[in-house]
Structures are given as C-alpha cells and as structure tokens.
C-alpha cells in the first residue's frame, strides 16, 4: 500500500506530552518526515529521519518508530503548537511520495 | 538560506492548462542530492504530492496525476517549471514547489515556497 495513515485530530493539555501517529506499509523500510503547517502559511518540516530536528525546531518534538507506525511525540505541548501535522515517507516503490492525511492538534 | 517563490495564472478556465514556475534563490538548482517538487493542497484538505525532478531532468509522477502532469528544469534560469493538463475543479488547490532531499531511508521536504492558489473556473 502507498498509503499513510493518521488520526484525523488530537487535543493535549497546555505542558503535557501527545503523541501523533501515522501508519503505513512503507513506514516498515523507509523512516517519516514530519511537517506542522500553522493556518495560511507553508509546511514546516520538524522531524526527519530516524529522529533529526531542523535548526530552529524546539527539542520537545521528537520522532519514533515501530514496525508500520511512525510518531511524532510533542513533550511539553505549548500553545503555540496547535497545528495541523502530517507525515511524510516513499512508498513502496521508493520513487513517489505519500503524505498522510494530517492530525489536528488542538492544546486546550 | 534559500528560497523557493512560485508564479503563475491564479485563475485557469476547465479543461485548459496549468503552468507554474518556480524560481530558486540562494542555491543552485544543479547541486547534487537536491530535488525539487511540486505538492498541492486543496482548500481545507491535505497535502498531495504532484511530482519530482532531478536537475539532469529525472522526473517522478504522482500515479494518479501521471497522464496530465510535466515537470521540467532549466537550469540556467535556476527554474523548474509544473505543466497540468485537462484542468477541473477538483485542481483547485494552494500549489507548493518545494525542494526535496532523498537519502536511501528517508526523504525530506525541508524548503518551501509561500504556496500560490490556482483556482479553475470559468
């Protein structure tokens, strides 16, 4: 399958710990990227690789994996990070791209 | 730092052709292990992957795009271009060009363009 799976939304208490999550096929040979994407504005890639920050991406987010499940884990979760998040891998193929559907996260 | 600004039509009428350009700054568009892509969003939905091109003119099509998708380079403009025929209104989305980098187990999209809003109406 080419498809990447995530939960359609999400909520987290101001300073707890969420996970997002994001299942697919491919997910067993290729790590995910991970992108926050604020209203109005481009994707901003966060996590990539096994478990890489950009420069300028806090180190409360982190990334995981687990058989054909990516995560995302935002430790701390501040308000500012309320966004929609989608994953990102190859599929099967490793020629094409696939992206998840996207997680809203909502910090109440 | 490098920057991605896409430019073309915002409006297109059914039927007919989308083209978009993207101009790079800050970088070379021939530099080894850099590709670049296009990724749309239609209005209130997700992101989809269009299609990749390697500056030798390597190009890789969303499946479900492939029959009306052409994705060129011109590597003395620093430019790459998005061609999508038989236009609907399900193309209406925020078009992304953006640049990619592959290692042999991940792939990451790590620059972006502000995104332009093609609409497809008559």
């Known amino acids: 399958s080419s498809e990447l799976t995530q939960d359609p939304a999400v909520s987290v208490a101001l300073g707890q710990t969420v996970r997002i999550t994001c299942q697919g096929d491919?997910?067993?040979?290729?790590?995910a990227s991970w992108y926050q994407q604020k209203p109005g504005q481009a994707p901003v890639l966060v996590i990539y690789?096994?478990?890489n920050r950009p420069s300028g991406i806090p180190d409360r987010f982190s990334g995981s994996s687990s058989g054909n499940t990516a995560s995302l884990t935002i430790t701390g979760a501040q308000a500012e990070d309320e966004a929609d998040y989608y994953c990102n891998s190859r599929d099967s193929s490793g020629n094409h791209l696939v992206f998840g559907g996207g997680t809203k996260l909502t910090v109440l | 730092q490098l920057q991605l600004q896409e430019s073309g039509p915002g409006l297109v009428k059914p039927s007919e052709t989308l083209s978009l350009t993207c101009t790079v700054s800050?970088?070379?568009?021939?530099?080894?292990?850099?590709?670049w892509g296009w990724i749309r969003q239609p209005p209130g939905k997700g992101l989809e992957w269009i299609g990749t091109i390697y500056y030798s003119g390597s190009t890789y099509y969303n499946p479900s795009l492939k029959s009306r998708v052409f994705i060129s380079v011109d590597t003395s403009k620093n430019q790459f271009s998005l061609k999508l025929t038989s236009v609907a209104a399900a193309d209406t989305a925020v078009y992304y060009c953006?640049?990619?980098?592959?290692?042999?187990?991940?792939?990451?999209?790590?620059?972006w363009g502000q995104g332009t809003l093609v609409t497809v109406s008559s």
């Open positions: 953006a640049k990619h980098w592959f290692s042999s187990s991940w792939t990451q999209v790590d620059y």
């Open positions: 491919s997910l067993r040979t290729y790590y």
């Open positions: 800050g970088g070379s568009i021939s530099s080894s292990y850099y590709y």
């Open positions: 690789g096994k478990n």
